[in-house]
């Protein structure tokens, strides 16, 4: 069996953003969104999200490159004036391994964003992060500790299949190898937490240029199981994505979403996305199972 997730990362980032989101759900094949907390846009998401009953909603942790949820004076040393984490994803995870003050503003951002989503009344279908940062382990064992009393039960694993992508036509790499391996220690670090994930993740080779031909080429390969496949859709380009992301193709990400022709070839080759089938989590030592 094969089961499908199509999610869309940074809802609330702006309206644009949002609005590509919402168009990608009512017409397209998209099932579920991760809502950045500290976006500028973030009640016009969440208003989007309360129109929209059928989408399922998760939290996307910020901890890099984007905005906090605390004020700049609460976490001093993890964010400038304006409330945004730094860019330097080497620097950032040295700083959140090695020192404890660091280690304690960080663990009091993660709560307040878990909380803010909390607050919105919104039921927690999963929880995923910018730049994936919860591979860190740090940053990954504060998301699962802080994130299951508040009801959090799925993680994204982003274990991008190599031997997939390359029948797509993207070569294996090094790097792809590594980042493979690395994925399998938050995997096991979350099923031991007592989270579900999914089997196979697809997004990170074309991050941000995840258009139709892409899309197209993968959908007949997709692995048994259920599948994640991510995207950043948006309606139009805006000061906000020209700043953080002046490659990534939003408007293109959108079109594929949208597109007949894929959802004619997922009919085709029968993913089911009506519900999320996952990895069963092993029972904990406080379960009554």
């Known amino acids: 069996m094969k089961r499908l997730t199509v999610t869309a990362d940074d809802f609330g980032l702006s309206e644009a953003v949002n609005e590509g989101i919402e ?49 700049p004076a609460e976490i001093p040393d993890l964010v400038d004036d304006a409330g945004w984490f730094p860019t330097d994803q080497l620097a950032l995870g040295l700083r959140y391994f090695f020192l404890p003050r660091i280690r304690r503003q960080l663990a009091a951002e993660i709560d307040a964003q878990f909380a803010a989503f909390a607050a919105t009344g919104l039921a ?27 009801g959090l039960r799925h993680v994204r694993v982003p274990r991008e299949p190599v031997a997939v992508m390359a029948r797509c036509g993207v070569p294996p790499t090094l790097a792809a190898h590594a980042m493979s391996a690395w994925t399998n220690l938050f995997r096991t670090q979350a099923l031991r937490a007592g ?40 309606a139009a380009r805006d000061p906000m994505i020209d700043r953080w992301m002046p490659t ?42």
């Open 248 to 289: 990534y193709r939003h408007e293109a990400e959108l079109a594929a979403l949208l597109s007949p022709s894929v959802r004619a070839a997922l009919s085709r080759h029968q993913p089911q996305s009506e519900t999320r089938q996952v990895t069963p989590a092993p029972a904990r030592p406080d379960s009554p199972h």
């Open 124 to 150: 927690l279908d999963h929880a995923d992060s910018h730049k994936h940062m919860h591979l860190h382990p740090t940053v990954g064992a504060l998301m699962l500790k802080t994130g299951r009393p508040r």
């Open 195 to 234: 989270m579900a994930t999914d089997d196979n993740v697809f997004g990170l080779a074309w991050s941000g240029t995840f258009d139709e031909d892409r899309l197209l080429r993968l959908i007949p390969h997709l692995p048994a199981g259920a599948t994640e496949l991510y995207f950043h859709p948006a």
């Open 23 to 71: 168009r990608a759900h009512r017409d397209g094949v998209l099932t579920s969104a991760s809502l950045m907390m500290g976006g500028a846009a973030v009640n016009d998401a969440i208003a989007r999200a309360r129109r929209l009953p059928s989408l399922r909603v998760g939290l996307h942790l910020v901890v890099i490159e984007g905005p906090a949820v605390l004020p």
